[in-house]
């Protein structure tokens, strides 16, 4: 086992969507003389940037950001990827004398990086996936779902049906192995991470976050995400695309089909993201060694925030 002053430090910055994340990140980083690796599964992509919430470069104010802006639309990205990447970047971080700072609020991509999360080798056979997605385009993907949930329902509660990836890869493992990989998450929820880390998650009062989603989705509209969607499409972007399919993208392309109104599409993104939150803060509150970092507890001052997170890293 490795001994914890050997250990290289790792701070993570996380919370669900409209927390705040990005900006107390960039004030953190800065702090602890550190830089940022991004843990976005849309924001990686380029031309994605108003229904990403992307960084801008003025938000960024001069901190180095990874796994932002790196991907074209149609490029894999997943778990594997992600881990991969993101090891990379950390021991370029390190290489440089800084910290990497883990920022973003996909739960189950900083899991894979902080315990290093060891995953199955991809099976050879294909067969099983394809059958799989054109189930999905045939009978759409709660049908797919559904067969997770036959087989494996507390994987099937913890990944939403509009993540066919996710869902797939769930029922390959179980044909694969035999096994469940919701208990495959769970042994490998008790690996002793490799890192000497600090993990802090976001959190306010739900209603409050529930209206900052709600305000957020308004703003998106406002800076032109509905062109921005259009300028996808019309770029050859096919809806199909896992990319596509992030929250902000999927309702606006159905308003562009034709598929629905704008005023429904603008709805169906604010509980499409109000129940994505909700799912996210079950999961942070699954995981272990984790520091809540509540608005209300610091009277809403950001400074405050931050200096008894610096505090906690020192």
């Not at 602890?32 to 801008?56: F, L, R």
């Not at 998106?220 to 695309?241: N, S």
Request: one cysteine or more; a neutral charge; proline letters at 2%.
């Amino acid at each position: 086992m490795t001994d914890k002053s050997e250990k290289k430090p790792l701070i993570i910055l996380t919370g669900p969507t409209a927390s705040g994340k990005t900006e107390l990140s960039v004030k953190l980083a800065k702090a602890v003389n550190g830089e940022i690796i991004s843990a976005d599964s849309i924001q990686v992509y380029k031309y994605m940037d108003i229904g990403s919430a992307k960084v801008t470069a003025e938000e960024m104010e001069g901190v180095r950001h990874y796994l932002v802006d790196e991907l074209n639309p149609r490029d894999e990205f997943n778990i594997y990827i992600f881990k991969e990447m993101a090891k990379k970047y950390t021991e370029e971080i390190y290489a440089k004398g800084k910290v990497p700072v883990i920022a973003g609020g996909t739960g189950f991509y900083i899991q894979s990086l902080l315990y290093d999360i060891d995953f199955i080798n991809e099976d050879n056979d294909k067969s099983y996936r394809i059958k799989l997605m054109e189930a999905a385009r045939e009978k759409g993907n709660e049908y797919v779902h559904n067969m997770l949930k036959a087989v494996d329902p507390k994987a099937a509660e913890n990944i939403h049906f509009n993540n066919l990836k996710r869902v797939i890869r769930a029922l390959e493992y179980n044909k694969l192995t035999g096994k469940l990989i919701s208990e495959h998450n769970d042994m490998q929820r008790e690996n002793i991470s490799p890192y000497d880390f600090h993990y802090f998650v976001l959190n306010m009062d739900r209603g409050a976050l529930y209206d900052r989603i709600n305000r957020r989705a308004d703003i998106m509209m406002e800076k032109g995400l509905v062109r921005e969607v259009k300028g996808l499409l019309d770029m050859g972007f096919e809806r199909e695309l896992t990319s596509m399919q992030g929250i902000g993208y999927r309702e606006i392309i159905s308003y562009l089909y034709g598929e629905c109104t704008l005023e429904q599409a603008v709805e169906s993104i604010k509980q499409n993201t109000r129940h994505f939150a909700k799912r996210q803060l079950t999961w942070f509150r699954r995981e272990k060694s984790v520091n809540w970092i509540t608005y209300e507890d610091f009277g809403w001052d950001k400074e405050r925030m931050l200096e008894y997170i610096v505090r906690l890293c020192s």
